[in-house]
């Protein structure tokens, strides 16, 4: 069995292969899963936070480009329906990649648009557990809550 063959099986679970013997079923014990774009969807840039249709987005690769803030993201990150304590673990694991640098137009304005969403309480005190910061320490308190 040639490498694209058993490469292309891994894209099918059900797949039966072919062997001497006759046909076996694929010895794999997972699919890889290929995520499904409804292009009519609208879907919220976690950088610029605002709502666009996906069709919008720019396609490069595997990743998607924002039409607003031109930051890539993979289309499991957009398509994803997340809470706000989901987004704050995605920007708390997301912050070494640099995610506060990508934000768009500023920080001071994403933490506003945040507020606007109605998201702003729940993230912060969500982030800042993750962060192991107590909510007096918190320098967004008093601009942004």
């Given at each position: 069995m040639s490498y694209e063959i058993s490469?292309?099986?891994?894209?099918?679970?059900a797949q039966t292969v072919l062997t001497y013997n006759g046909c076996q079923s694929n010895s794999n014990s997972f699919a890889v899963v290929i995520e499904k774009a409804d292009f009519t969807k609208n879907v919220l840039c976690p950088f610029c936070l605002t709502y666009n249709l996906l069709m919008r987005f720019e396609k490069r690769g595997q990743c998607y480009k924002c039409p607003i803030c031109k930051n890539d993201m993979m289309l499991r990150t957009l398509i994803k329906e997340i809470t706000i304590p989901e987004f704050a673990r995605w920007v708390f694991d997301y912050r070494l990649s640099g995610f506060w640098t990508k934000v768009y137009p500023s920080a001071k304005l994403w933490f506003i648009k945040l507020k606007e969403l109605g998201f702003s309480y729940?993230?912060?005190e969500n982030y800042n557990r993750l962060k192991g910061e107590s909510k007096a320490n918190?320098?967004?308190?008093e601009d942004y809550e």
């Amino acid at each position: 069995m040639s490498y694209e063959i058993s490469q292309k099986m891994r894209y099918d679970k059900a797949q039966t292969v072919l062997t001497y013997n006759g046909c076996q079923s694929n010895s794999n014990s997972f699919a890889v899963v290929i995520e499904k774009a409804d292009f009519t969807k609208n879907v919220l840039c976690p950088f610029c936070l605002t709502y666009n249709l996906l069709m919008r987005f720019e396609k490069r690769g595997q990743c998607y480009k924002c039409p607003i803030c031109k930051n890539d993201m993979m289309l499991r990150t957009l398509i994803k329906e997340i809470t706000i304590p989901e987004f704050a673990r995605w920007v708390f694991d997301y912050r070494l990649s640099g995610f506060w640098t990508k934000v768009y137009p500023s920080a001071k304005l994403w933490f506003i648009k945040l507020k606007e969403l109605g998201f702003s309480y729940e993230f912060w005190e969500n982030y800042n557990r993750l962060k192991g910061e107590s909510k007096a320490n918190n320098k967004f308190n008093e601009d942004y809550e």
